[in-house]
């Protein structure tokens, strides 16, 4: 045994910077029922649905991942209860956990929560992050074009059923920064653990500005308006700083203030094999084929599916504030990619 855990720890994927990659996220689809204007262009160009990789592509490619260290998956969108097989897909993913997968996670807008809770708790699924900007109904509507009644609906079901919710709220200046206090105010009252998150620019039509950020500090001064605010000491991954309000946990994921990539441990994968080092990477690796071919169970596969992501992964950059600086000195012909949230997921 102690020989296999060697093995499995020489075939770890780690960076340049001595960061070593413990979670997957893979977006199963890039279908989404609402607009964020954070997150989705006005006029989105789905992905053909006969290039979306298969659920079985998907497992071969997660039980090579858990091989190599992966401890967490998390199952992203667009909105990944939009997938038809998504809830099979999770059910097969337990049977990971006896070669070292931890936990099975999921984001989603909870927008259909209500139909899938009991299903998602029954096939093993471990917890669950939900995106909720605003408890006010119009504001709501005005930043998803959708009701929000469904959403608290599918939130009530998660908590009946026993599945552990995170809160993720992405804040905007002048658009919803007003929501600060009535959803710190409903955390406490719901017991469901909140996190504020920074605007960031993956917004889909990239109009982002920094002067849209509502940054850590603002938010925590205004929390101090009405909480006793305290600090905790964060020694994980987790991309969130961690505090108290009342001595109700509250989260803050500051990319732009207080990048967290120093600790960063995820990788992705999109609904169409492109994998990415990196939220912000301006390249990512086209997969679709290599992917498939693990089906075959042919060792050739996984050792040139290894090398080629071994060497991918080596060559993250340091973290987002390093990309942006690299992108501003380019010259206007060199081509990347356009990051859009709702291709990768959160």
Not at 13 to 41: A, E, H, W
Not at 183 to 201: D, G, H, V
Not at 242 to 257: E, R
Request: net charge positive; glycine share 6%.
């Amino acid at each position: 045994m102690n020989r296999m855990l060697g093995q499995k720890d020489e075939m770890q994927f780690m960076d340049q910077f001595g960061r070593t990659k413990r979670k997957l996220r893979i977006s199963v689809t890039d279908r989404c029922n609402f607009k964020c204007i954070y997150c989705m262009p006005e006029h989105p160009e789905w992905m053909k649905k006969n290039e979306l990789l298969s659920f079985e592509a998907l497992y071969q490619f997660c039980d090579f991942m858990v091989q190599r260290g992966i401890h967490s998956i998390r199952i992203t969108g667009g909105e990944p209860l939009m997938r038809q097989g998504v809830v099979h897909f999770i059910e097969q993913l337990q049977g990971l956990k006896k070669i070292g997968l931890k936990r099975v996670s999921m984001t989603t807008n909870a927008h259909y929560l209500k139909k899938y809770a009991f299903a998602l708790k029954q096939a093993g699924l471990d917890d669950l992050n939900i995106s909720l900007d605003s408890l006010d109904e119009i504001q709501f509507k005005q930043l998803t074009q959708k009701d929000l009644a469904p959403v608290l609906e599918g939130i009530r079901a998660a908590k009946i059923v026993g599945l552990p919710i995170k809160i993720n709220s992405v804040l905007m200046k002048g658009i919803n920064d007003d929501q600060i206090l009535p959803l710190a105010r409903w955390s406490i009252q719901e017991k469901i653990n909140l996190r504020f998150i920074e605007f960031m620019p993956l917004d889909g039509d990239h109009k982002w500005s920094n002067a849209h950020v509502v940054s850590e500090q603002n938010i925590l001064d205004i929390l101090k308006t009405k909480f006793n605010v305290t600090n905790q000491m964060n020694h994980s991954a987790d991309p969130a700083r961690q505090y108290l309000i009342n001595h109700h946990p509250i989260g803050m994921i500051s990319t732009i203030t207080h990048s967290f990539c120093g600790s960063c441990d995820r990788l992705r994968l999109t609904a169409q094999g492109e994998f990415y080092n990196c939220l912000f990477a301006p390249q990512g690796l086209k997969l679709s084929t290599e992917i498939k071919a693990l089906a075959f169970t042919q060792a050739s596969s996984e050792v040139n599916l290894h090398h080629i992501l071994s060497q991918y992964i080596w060559n993250k950059e340091q973290g987002f504030h390093a990309i942006e600086q690299r992108l501003k000195n380019q010259t206007t012909t060199t081509s990347s990619r356009k990051i859009s949230m709702h291709m990768l997921g959160g």
